[in-house]
């Protein structure tokens, strides 16, 4: 892969900058993963009372992680797009390792 390829974007995820060297085709891409990550922790929030309840970021981060999951599992069962889904998976195991 050619260096004009690939770039370093910074998102933000659940209140923490991160730099992440992706392709270039795939901007748009992890922008709205990205997006939809912080939509479904905010989400998270508005239903729980996050102090009482006991809730830390992680956790909101979790059930999102969750949710997008089963919903990623859904469709691809409605249809047949391994690809995407491993994608998804990929994506999903790089944010893991990044936070770890």
Do not use: W
Not at 78 to 100: C, G, H, I, R
């Amino acid at each position: 892969m050619a260096m004009d390829e690939t770039f370093t974007i910074n998102l933000y995820i659940a209140e923490k900058h991160y730099p992440l060297r992706i392709k270039r085709s795939e901007e748009e891409l992890v922008r709205k993963a990205a997006k939809l990550i912080n939509d479904k922790i905010a989400q998270y929030r508005g239903l729980y009372n996050v102090e009482e309840a006991g809730l830390e970021l992680r956790d909101l981060l979790a059930m999102a992680a969750c949710q997008i999951a089963i919903e990623a599992i859904k469709n691809s069962e409605k249809t047949d797009d391994t690809a995407f889904y491993k994608s998804v998976m990929q994506l999903n195991k790089e944010l893991e390792d990044f936070l770890k």
